[in-house]
């Protein structure tokens, strides 16, 4: 049974740090490719940061040079550590892992973040 776990999510102020973690099971995690993707309140799902299999990163402008996307493939854990969070980063994250040419993806439940002025 394939399962992602995200935690680390909370209540912070602008311009403080969160890190995400997603921890994996149930696949080989070392050939998959990983995003973290958001939501935030009335819109819809968006990209925020993908990490392939090599460890290749890529990131929505609007985090570029704020946020950074890693991963341990011996834990099956990927990571997203955003700092100086804005109000408009408050949204719902999600992770989420491909198999190479899009075959299998899976989710996870998703983790609040909530960013106060």
């Known amino acids: 049974q394939v399962r992602l776990v995200e935690s680390g999510g909370g209540l912070v102020q602008a311009g403080e740090s969160l890190r995400l973690s997603c921890a994996v099971s149930?696949?080989?995690?070392?050939?998959?490719?990983v995003g973290w993707y958001r939501q935030p309140p009335g819109s819809q799902r968006e990209l925020v940061a993908t990490?392939?299999?090599?460890?290749?990163?890529n990131y929505v402008d609007s985090v570029k040079g704020r946020f950074t996307i890693s991963r341990d493939n011996a834990k099956k854990t990927v990571y997203l550590q955003m700092n100086s969070l804005k109000v408009e980063d408050t949204a719902v994250y999600y992770c989420?892992?491909?198999?190479?040419?899009?075959?299998?993806?899976?989710w996870g439940q998703g983790t609040q973040v909530t960013v106060s002025s």
């Open positions: 989420n892992i491909q198999s190479l040419g899009g075959k299998f993806t899976y």
């Open positions: 149930g696949v080989s995690f070392g050939f998959y490719a």
């Open positions: 990490i392939t299999s090599g460890g290749s990163s």
